[in-house]
């Protein structure tokens, strides 16, 4: 029986990276639910189901911007990591910043992989197969 | 501080002119001696320390600029990204529709995207420039700098770049030279007036240093300045 195609949520301030990124989804026929926070603390919200979001399904596939207002996203991985509840969920980073600090600090929080926003291409190339074929934590 | 037994006062004016801090004249007190050495300590006591506030103030509005530049080149990048994402769709949706005019229009916008992407880029090279100078960098001969700087700049079919033999032995630090000269040669290229062109790059020893030169024949007749400093004209 194939199982339900893991959600991704897309963690972005900018609006369009966002349409980015959901266009790129579109061109390459990968037809699994997205969501869209703008902010750490929007989506740590959408993740644990708390500031009256409801919670999404777990595990996520998250696609995680590092600059953003009121939560970043090394900040957002740092609670992530700690939460149990959401500590599972596999994290891309989808940024500009190519700063070593930046990469060091990711790969410190076990993310899956670290992708500029200039290789969008590639990275959604690469999910394709990987939403499909992989196998995610229960 | 001239101690002389000569009074003459035509003589005395001459040396404060020439900078002499005072002129006492024998035979003197030795109170008054000192009281004059006194001020003249005194006096550049406060220039020393009014030259250290200075020259802090300085270091830190320069500084200050290259955190602004930096911030700024920095902050542009992200707004001029979406725009060029947008035109890329426009552009992608609208293949076969679109007048092939508004087409070409959108294409020109795209290339004045690039060009503006490519000088955010150079300015936040260049404020992380100075630091790079600081660090031991990258030691190149120059004939390999130039033969890196013409792939990174393109430069049209009309137009000869050469460098002399003494430029192309010279081993150089990478950084910031291949900076510098990409932007002299493309500043040469882009105001050239020319159909052809040449520009020519050479270096001469100067007892303990070297001076490099950038020549071309555009406008102006013949140039031949060594223009080290016009990296920061397009800040």
Redo the contacts between chains.
């Keep these: 029986m194939p199982e339900k195609n893991i959600d991704v949520l897309i963690v972005e301030d ?1 609006e ?2 966002t ?2 990124v959901l ?1 790129a989804f579109r061109k390459a026929d990968i037809t699994n639910a997205t969501h869209q926070a703008c902010d750490g603390v929007e989506a740590l919200d959408m993740l644990r189901g708390t500031g009256g979001k409801s919670a999404l399904p777990q595990p996520c596939l998250i696609l995680l911007d590092i600059n953003m207002p009121r939560m970043d996203g090394i900040s957002m991985l740092d609670e992530l990591r700690e939460d149990d509840g959401i500590k599972d969920s596999i994290v891309f980073m989808l940024t ?1 910043s190519g700063h070593t600090v930046d990469r060091k600090a990711a790969y410190e929080r076990n993310v899956a992989g670290y992708f500029l ?1 200039e290789n969008l291409g590639p990275l959604v190339e690469m999910l394709k197969p990987y939403c499909q074929g992989n196998e995610f934590p229960v | 501080m001239m101690l002389t037994a000569k009074t003459d006062d035509q003589l005395k004016m001459e040396m404060l002119r020439e900078g002499v801090g005072d002129y006492l004249a024998k035979p003197f007190s030795m109170e008054e001696f000192r009281v004059k050495v006194e001020r003249l300590t005194a006096q550049r006591r406060r220039t020393i320390a009014e030259r250290a506030i200075l020259l802090q103030k300085l270091l830190k509005s320069n500084q200050d600029l290259e955190r602004f530049a930096y911030a700024t080149a920095h902050d542009l ?2 707004p001029l ?2 725009i060029d ?2 035109a890329q ?1 426009v552009e992608e949706d609208s293949v076969g529709t679109l007048h092939p005019q508004s087409a070409e229009h959108l294409q020109k916008l795209r290339q004045q995207i690039k060009r503006m992407e490519k000088l955010l880029r150079d300015m936040l090279d260049y404020s992380t420039m100075e630091q790079a100078t600081d660090e031991a960098g990258e030691i190149v001969k120059g004939s390999v700098l130039l033969t890196d700087i013409l792939a990174l700049l393109a430069p049209p079919a009309e137009f000869t770049i050469n460098a002399s033999e003494a430029f192309q032995r010279l081993s150089m630090p990478r950084m910031p030279l291949q900076q510098i000269f990409y932007n002299l040669v493309q500043n040469a290229i882009r105001h050239h007036d020319g159909e052809t062109g040449r520009i020519e790059l050479d270096v001469e020893v100067d007892g303990p240093r070297y001076v490099f030169t950038v020549r071309d024949d555009g406008p102006e007749s013949i140039r031949n300045i060594t223009r080290k400093f016009s990296t920061c004209s397009r800040l």
Aim: net charge positive.
């Design positions: 900018s369009i990276d349409m980015a266009r500009t926003k | 990048r992200s990204r979406s994402i947008l769709w």
